[in-house]
């Protein structure tokens, strides 16, 4: 297991060269939040960090309900029974076996692994509104509810809306090095424009589903932006 921190943002990775999966722990000043769980492993080392810092977990958010992200939600459940776990109400649909998209949504299937046994959340929500002083932001394409978290220090959080490992690239498009975001994603064109959407906010640090943290992430994320736009655009003209 690989731990890094920058600013009060902890990145719990599960080391492996093919598939490397983050879990992020964001320490407040009171409590700890945790985002992502995709795998069983990280649950102890948030009990570590507990001890370290004197603080207490206080609920665990769900950025999309791909198994790499949410596999490890069980065993977090026993060690921690009191933590509320929660995800968008869109992708709470997936865990509970309906792929079924909305007449609003783009055709096509989800894609990407989701579990089939039973995944415990407590509460869903909305993109636009803030939990504990973070904001709830869309950011769907990967999956239809897809979204990221934005906190006071413009730390985002943003699931596979992007990658980094093999490269920075938006949700659809395929890194050579780590193809597997992009075969996991529901609609590109949709996460393209989330993507654009995310820009915009200008984050300072930010926090996916693969590859490490990127400070001052903005001018990578644009160049990530532009190359997708080249490549759907090859698509349609094919």
Known sequence: MKILKKRNLYQLTFMSAIFPVNCFVYEKSDCLMVFDMGMKGFVNEIKKLEEQTG???STLLL???HGDHVNGVPKFREVFPKVKIGIS???KKLLAGDFSLLETE????IKGGVP?????VDFTFEPGEEIAGLKVIAAPGHTPGSV???NEDSVMIAGDAFQLWGGIAVAGIVRPL???PAFGTWDATTALESARKLVKLEPKLLAVG???LLENPTADMHTAIRTAERKLQLEENH
């Open 210 to 212: 693969h590859g490490d």
């Open 55 to 57: 603080k207490s977990v």
């Open 106 to 109: 783009a055709p096509g299937k």
């Open 178 to 180: 780590f193809p597997f």
């Open 89 to 91: 109400a869109r992708d």
């Open 63 to 65: 950025t999309h309900a």
């Open 116 to 120: 089939k046994a039973e995944v415990p």
């Open 148 to 150: 990221a978290f934005l």
